[in-house]
């Protein structure tokens, strides 16, 4: 039997940054610009030739398979699209049943989860915030402040990704500032 | 179906209390006093009527079966017991197969780990070492300074724990100081 050696990755608890560098995904906003509900105002900006980094994911490489514990960092920059701040794309785990654990490092933001069957949730989250998104929960975060919101995360290597349903189907609340406020509003555009 | 709902935890990155209050687990030297190479000395030290806490560790109460990923912080205080530092128990996961994943928060310590089939492994960690032991490997940590040494730690909820392996037989590897430097030796009990 084939056995892995330990090894460690430095993260920088401010930034994310791994060192040694592992794998980094960079989602811009021409990669996700229809999620956002003010399509116009993302298209708007695409157009003027602007188009900023939504998030960057440092993600150690790892089996894809049970019994490991995947983890990585999330940086979203600080923005909005309209009056929607900066998020990630969102996903429910491939394997519905699997959970997943964040850990807040610098900045602030939202956690907003919802269900097949119809539960919404969103959880505000700073350093130190341990937020729990159980088994069968879509799971989105999202920068509120105005510095880039660093989080960990940990989930089990079979749990997988499905993008394509939150890509289709969006999440049922948005993170919104209105009025110099943030609000949690419904998403007109879901249904 | 049930689902269970999302929740969070504040966690103090300084000092790993969880707020609010989830399970606590503390470890005195009374616990564990015979895992200690120097066994008279921990005797001793119990004899004089101190039982030190060696170590607290603040877990989120979560089902163990598979789509969970429990998770926890542990505190282990500064001190040694003869030559050798303070340190948790250790366990090999009763699922041999689940790996588990740390995250120095603050202080420094190392990570010992081993297999059955002979492998040992010792991995120095401070804050924002996000440390990974892989599948088949039993850990322990260890405390090597002057201040507590907290940590993260995330594994699947189907892991389990097998504390009488490592009680029976021991690591293969210490952390111990010796002529005022940190060394990594051979358990001379080990077998």
Known sequence: MEIMQPFKTEVDLQTGVFSPTRDIITRKLSNMATMYADVEAAQALLDSGDDPIIYEVHVTE???VEGHILHCTTKIYPGKIGDEYFMTKGHYHAQRDQGEVYVGLSGEGYLV??????ESSAIA????TAAY???YWAHRTINTGSEP???FAAWAG?????YGT?????FRQLIVEKD????????PKYD
């Open 125 to 128: 989250m700073k350093p130190g």
């Open 149 to 151: 919101f660093v989080f």
């Open 180 to 187: 110099g406020h943030l609000q949690v509003i419904d998403n």
């Open 166 to 170: 939150i890509e289709r189907d969006g």
């Open 113 to 118: 989860m919802q269900t097949e069957s119809g």
């Open 133 to 135: 998104v159980p088994p």
């Open 158 to 162: 079979e749990a997988g990704h499905d």
């Open 62 to 64: 790892l089996p894809e």
